[in-house]
C-alpha cells in the first residue's frame, strides 16, 4: 500500500536532505582547507630547506676553489706527484696507488 505524503511530510524530509547535503559539503571544504593549509607549510619547508642547501653548495663550492687554487708544482711535488712534460696531469708514482690528477696551472 502506497503512502502519500503530506505537504509537512514533504517539507521536513526536504529540509532533512538539503541539511545532510549541506553538512557533507562543509565536511569535503574542511578537507580541501587542511589540503591547502598541510601543502602550503609543506612548500615552505621545501623552499627553506632549498635555501639551506643552496647555501651550503655554494660553501663547498668555494671550498673546491680554494682547494683547486691551492694546487701548484711545489705542493703536488710535496705529496710525491711527478710532473710529465707536455700533459696538464699529475702522475704519483709509489707502490701503492699509480693514478692521474688534472690540475690547473
Known sequence: MKK??????FFEKTVHAMLFTLS??????CV????LVFSVIERKQNII????LTSRLSTLEATYAN???SINDAKLA???YK????TTFAVRKDSIATYS???AR
Do not use: F, K, M, P
Open 32 to 35: 580541501v582547507l587542511l589540503s
Open 83 to 86: 710532473r710529465v712534460d707536455g
Open 101 to 103: 690528477v688534472l690540475y
Open 49 to 52: 630547506a632549498s635555501r639551506d
Open 24 to 29: 557533507i559539503i562543509a565536511l569535503v571544504y
Open 4 to 9: 502519500h505524503l503530506t505537504h509537512a511530510q
Open 67 to 69: 682547494t683547486v687554487a
Open 78 to 80: 710535496e705529496y710525491n
